[in-house]
């Protein structure tokens, strides 16, 4: 059974900078950050399979990065510069076959994490 439980949200202010947890008990194929502002769509924010490949929307590249520490069995998600429409609820997935952006694919998920980015 798949368990994703997320840590490091809070407050920042704009340009600064978060990083995100999320410890797994098993690690799934594909992991992914997205994130929802409440009134808004879910969103993928970057996504990595088990080979390491990963890829990041187009909003956040350059700015976040997605890594994985196998032997702490946690997936980060490292956001600099931060800016105000970031303020999000932050969540981690997990889902075996395949690897996109299609959130009702990830029958895994964490109950994410708030991140607030004030200007």
């Known amino acids: 059974q798949v368990q994703l439980v997320e840590s490091g949200g809070g407050s920042v202010q704009s340009g600064g900078s978060l990083r995100l947890s999320c410890a797994y008990s098993?690690?799934?194929?594909?992991m992914a950050w997205f994130r929802q502002a409440p009134g808004d769509e879910r969103e993928g924010v970057a996504l990595m399979d088990s080979v390491g490949r990963s890829r990041d929307a187009e909003s956040v590249k350059g700015r976040f990065t997605i890594s994985l520490d196998s032997a702490k069995n946690t997936l980060y998600l490292l956001m600099n510069n931060l800016r105000s429409n970031d303020t999000s609820m932050y969540y981690c997935?997990?889902?075996?076959?395949?690897?996109?952006?299609?959130?009702?694919?990830?029958?895994?998920w964490g109950q994410g994490t708030q991140v607030t980015v004030s200007s």
């Open positions: 098993v690690r799934p194929y594909c």
């Open positions: 997935s997990g889902r075996e076959t395949g690897c996109n952006w299609h959130s009702p694919d990830f029958p895994y």
